[in-house]
């Protein structure tokens, strides 16, 4: 049995009246519960630091033609967003947990449950885990960036897999490419310590934008030209990977300039 399955178990004893707690049994329930959300969320958070490790590691690797180990990073990063998945199934199994208007079934109804949605997600092919999920998207995105930037992505699993699900509109999954602007709408400077909205994705140098949006009271319109949105400090997060990408690419333009001066000595 799950613990979590021990948990409702135990909390069903006290309804039944086996124990005693302060607040009551079902009051107990939802803060073990809210609890349990909370570590969820928390191992949620680590796992998108990890996702985010290995998209700079792949960079690094892919600027040296370290292939191989770049395919060991993507490895490492399918089984990230396996047990990303699983969080989420956990996690809405848990909100259905705290509403269920059937205690004499709850444990039962999660256990089923469960394992019917880990089982689904298992017999799907690679091109269903992955070729939809966003992070893996921006994963690959980044890698091909390394030496086709600006050229659009070609499928990342060679098309639909024939039968099934996968043959469907969807087979080619085609990223289309955009070349990259390293320079802070702000400063029209070279990025230094990026962060990026969640909301509208737009990256900016970190002193830039903390001052744009302390100046304006602490929430602001994005100052990207045709942008909707608002800036706010708790929309913004250190982007590493954007980060080590204007590195790289400052250090191409270096190399070209070097190698563009030889010529000419020559």
């Known amino acids: 049995m799950s613990s979590i399955s021990q948990l409702y178990s135990q909390s069903q004893g006290n309804r039944n009246g086996t124990s005693q707690g302060v607040g009551g049994p079902q009051v107990q329930l939802q803060g073990r519960l809210h609890m349990i959300k909370s570590k969820i969320q928390a191992t949620n958070d680590i796992i998108e630091q990890a996702v985010q490790s290995c998209t700079v590691a792949a960079i690094d690797l892919g600027y040296l033609d370290e292939d191989e180990r770049v395919g060991e990073v993507d490895q490492a990063l399918r089984k990230l967003l396996d047990a990303q998945h699983e969080l989420e199934v956990e996690r809405e199994l848990l909100s259905d947990l705290a509403t269920n208007a059937n205690p004499d079934t709850a444990i039962d109804d999660y256990t ?8 689904k997600y298992s017999s799907l092919s690679d091109h269903r885990k992955y070729g939809a999920n966003a992070k893996y998207q921006n994963f690959r995105q980044q890698i091909w960036d390394i030496k086709h930037e600006g050229e659009p992505m070609p499928s990342l699993f060679g098309g639909a897999e024939q039968g099934g699900d996968d043959d469907d509109d969807d087979g080619d999954l085609v990223i289309a490419g955009a070349r990259m602007n390293y320079k802070c709408p702000l400063t029209a400077s070279w990025l230094t310590d990026p962060v990026t909205s969640k909301v509208c994705k737009h990256s900016f140098s970190n002193t830039a934008i903390t001052d744009y949006i302390r100046s304006n009271g602490g929430s602001y319109s994005c100052p990207v030209g045709g942008c909707r949105h608002r ?6 997060y250190a982007d590493k990977v954007l980060e080590r990408k204007v590195a790289n690419h400052l250090r191409r333009l270096e190399e070209e300039e070097s190698a563009a001066t030889y010529t000419l000595v020559q």
Do not use: E, G, M, N
Not at 112 to 119: G, Y
Not at 231 to 236: K, S, T
């Open 231 to 236: 800036i706010r400090f708790q929309d913004l």
């Open 112 to 119: 089923t449950d469960r394992k019917r949605s880990l089982q």
